[in-house]
Every structure is written in C-alpha cells, then in structure tokens.
C-alpha cells in the first residue's frame, strides 16, 4: 500500500477573485465611489497592520484577462478569521460592485518528502516561518490550483513513497533555479476545495513566471502527474494605487 506524505499545514487561505461592474460604478455618484475606495485602502491599512503584527498576511493584485478584475489572497491562523474577512469584504461598499468570479479555500503546506530519517521539520525555525509566511509585495503574481493525475498507470497516489520523494526531489531542483525571483506559496485543499492544491508564485519579472512553469512542465512530477486549473497573472496594486485604479 502507498503509504501518505506527512504534511505541515500553516495559515489558511483565501483566494477571493472579483469582476467589478464597471457600468454600475460608472453611474454611482462621486461621493459613493470616493467612500467605497475610503473603505478599501481602510481594509487594505487593517491587513497590514495584521501583517506587521504577525497574525497573518495579505496580497491585492489587479488580474489580466477576461476573468476577474482584481485577487485578494489573504492569510490567517484559523478558517474562522478568513471567513470574518470575507465576509467583512461582502458587506463593503466596493463589494456591492463587484461579482466574485473564482474564489479558493486552502491551508499554507509544507509535505515531508524532503524530511531526514529523525528530524523533527517543525523544529526549524525556516520551517516554522514558512507555514505563516509574510506575502511578498512583488510586482506580479500568479495563481493556479492543481491536481495529481489519477489516471490508469499515471496514477500518483499508487506509486511508492520513495518514488514520490525522488520525483519531488527533482521537482524541487528546477525549483531552486529560480531562487530570488520566483517565490512560491503552494496550499493544500484536499477537503476544502475543488483541486487538490493552490499554486501562487510572485515574481519582480513577469517572464519569470512563464520560463518557471514551462520548465517544470518537464519534470515528470508536472508531465506525467500535473493536472491544471485556470490560470491567473496580474500586477501589483498597492492601497495608494487603489483611486488611479477605481478612478473613472
Ligand atoms: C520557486 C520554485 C519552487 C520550489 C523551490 C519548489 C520546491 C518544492 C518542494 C521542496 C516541495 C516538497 C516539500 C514541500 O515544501 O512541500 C514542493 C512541493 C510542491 N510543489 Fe513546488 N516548488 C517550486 C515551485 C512550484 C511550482 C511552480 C509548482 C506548480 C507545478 C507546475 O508544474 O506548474 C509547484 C507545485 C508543488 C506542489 C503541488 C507541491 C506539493 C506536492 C505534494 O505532492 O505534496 N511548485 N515544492
């Protein structure tokens, strides 16, 4: 029998996408919108101020393409707190223009594919700080979930744990290469939501992100076993950026 990988689960995870009606927004009064962003960069000055103190972490990034306007990814200790955000986000001003497109419920992971004989993870501080990490405010992010395939012989959960682990040992080969300009936050969903895992990569360079993904396509872990959801690029929006970007 396959035995399962041990996991380490940190914060929990919200990936909430939102479209903004922008013929609605057009037609509300200046003094309405003036209040709906107020409320938003007063949200965005709360998130950080729960950054700062380390009881969680946020990211606001504006997204390209057809599907949503803009992604808040939020991070904290219990599912109870993400759900007093979102809602608390619903009942805002700016939400009542907006429809939510794609959301995404997980919680920070860490397996113990790369854990030595002996060795307690959770007694390094690296490890620790991993599972309750400070998002980076890196000019671009992207954001995909994840499956390993279960098909026929590719099936992932079928094959042994030290194949696993030596798959996942290249896998985190190609990672490395990019150190400094990709960083990774994957999540885990089993249970929670409808792909197995949540894959959000920040980078100073947007190519970074196609070179990464294009390059672990051929490792066998992505290859064989990788099964995508859609996927999602955008820029960074800071709270002194959120009236150009409302501004209409
Ligand atoms: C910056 C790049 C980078 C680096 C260094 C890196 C390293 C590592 C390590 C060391 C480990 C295992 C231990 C752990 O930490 O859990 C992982 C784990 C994982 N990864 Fe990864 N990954 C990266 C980046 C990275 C990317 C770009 C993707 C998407 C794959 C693609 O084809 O689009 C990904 C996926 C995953 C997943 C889904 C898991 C969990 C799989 C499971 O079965 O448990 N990952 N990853």
Redesign the pocket.
């Known amino acids: 029998m396959p035995e399962a ?1 041990e ?2 689960d940190g914060w929990y995870c919200l990936h909430d996408l939102r479209k903004i009606d922008w013929s609605a927004w057009r037609k509300a009064s200046q003094e309405e919108r003036d209040e709906a962003i107020k409320e938003l960069q007063d949200l965005l000055t709360k998130w950080e101020e729960v950054e700062e103190n380390r009881e969680g972490s946020y990211s606001f990034y504006s997204l390209m393409g057809h599907r949503a306007d803009f992604i808040i990814m939020l991070l904290r200790p219990t599912m109870k707190e993400l759900g007093e955000i979102e809602l608390a986000f619903n009942k805002s001003k700016l939400a009542a223009f907006t429809t939510s497109t794609y959301s995404y419920v997980s919680v920070v ?6 854990t030595k004989e002996g060795e307690d993870p959770m007694e390094n501080p690296g490890v620790r700080a ?1 599972l309750k990490p400070r998002l980076p405010k890196w000019e671009h992010i992207c954001f ?1 979930p ?1 499956d ?1 395939r279960r098909e026929g012989n590719d099936n ?1 959960y079928m094959l042994p744990m030290d194949e ?1 682990r030596e798959l ?2 290249e ?2 080969k ?6 400094g ?4 936050i ?1 999540t ?1 969903s089993m249970g929670f939501d409808d792909w ?2 949540s ?1 959000t ?1 920040f980078a100073h360079d947007v190519l970074e992100i196609k070179k ?2 294009y390059e ?2 051929f ?1 066998v ?2 290859a064989r076993y ?1 099964e ?1 959801g859609p996927f999602y690029v955008g820029n960074l929006l800071t709270t002194e950026d959120v009236p150009a970007f409302l501004e209409i």
């Open positions: 990988v996991t380490m992971e860490l397996s113990k594919y790369m991993r995909y994840m390993k992932w696993r996942m040992y896998h985190s190609t990672g490395r290469k990019y150190a300009k990709i960083k990774q994957i885990g197995e895992w894959v990569l990464i993904v672990m396509r490792d872990v992505s990788g995508f």
